[in-house]
Nanobody
Framework: QLQLVESGGGLVHPGGSLRLSCTVS????????IGWFRQAPGKEREGVAC????????HSANSVKGRFTISRDNAKNTVYLQLDSLKHEDTGVYYC????????????????????WGQGTQVTVST
């Protein structure tokens, strides 16, 4: 059974850091591109970052560029999202998602491009 499990969320002060993990099971992550998304209360789910199957290509939203870094360790079937210089507006539930790729060099930033989703992990940035 294909499954994605996020971990690493929590409560952090503004300016702090967290590292989120997305561990996958039931499939070999090498053949999938992975995205991170977040959803704040009352807002739509938005793309944060994505990474291609071979890890050569990554995209991040303008709102997090320079602060968040996506990476993957295919040997561990895990994708990471490093969150630095966190702001109040980064608060939300963070989800990872996966889809089988046509090319190992691409990833996509829209939620509609993904087929499999984790349950999410809460990130709260507060004083």
């Amino acid at each position: 059974q294909l499954q994605l499990v996020e971990s690493g969320g929590g409560l952090v002060h503004p300016g702090g850091s967290l590292r989120l993990s997305c561990t996958v099971s039931g499939f070999t992550v090498n053949y999938y591109y992975i995205g991170w998304f977040r959803q704040a209360p009352g807002k739509e789910r938005e793309g944060v970052a994505c990474i291609s199957g071979n890890g050569d290509t990554a995209h991040s939203a303008n709102s997090v560029k320079g602060r968040f870094t996506i990476s993957r360790d295919n040997a561990k079937n895990t994708v990471y999202l490093q969150l630095d210089s966190l702001k109040h507006e980064d608060t939300g539930v963070y989800y990872c998602a996966a889809a089988a790729y046509v090319s190992p060099y691409v990833c996509y930033e829209s939620p509609t491009d993904y087929d499999y989703w984790g349950q999410g992990t809460q990130v709260t940035v507060s004083t």
